[in-house]
């Protein structure tokens, strides 16, 4: 199993960024993919999750009406679009498979940096 993210980078407040992670091992349409973050010093928190093939989707608050989750099942890649970006969105970002066996994967992380 395969979770390579990509995407992040360094961008201002109100600025925008589209992570990708692309996805190989598993029946990715079963999966249940999510996006996770890590501050410095802080617990990996939920972001966003995508399944039931896409067809539901669930968010923190904390990002609602900001990020949005989606994915292409013939692409097996999972992307978070996130919009008017906060200094508190500072974060590496994670990609997470929970697959229809009840595994779970992870990637290697991408970091995102908003910065004035």
């Known amino acids: 199993v395969q979770l390579v993210e990509s995407g992040g980078g360094l961008v201002q407040p109100g600025g925008s960024l589209r992570l990708s992670c692309a996805a190989s091992g598993f029946t990715f349409s079963r999966a249940a993919m999510s996006w996770y973050r890590q501050a410095p010093g802080q617990e990996r928190d939920f972001v966003p999750s995508s399944f039931n093939a896409g067809r539901s989707t669930n968010y923190a608050d904390s990002v609602k009406g900001r990020f949005t989750i989606s994915r292409d099942n013939v692409l097996n890649t999972v992307y978070l679009q996130m919009n008017s970006l906060k200094f508190d969105d500072t974060a590496v970002y994670y990609c997470?498979?929970?697959?229809?066996?009840?595994?779970?994967?992870w990637g290697q992380g991408t970091q995102v940096i908003v910065y004035s």
């Open positions: 997470n498979a929970q697959t229809e066996h009840d595994y779970d994967y």
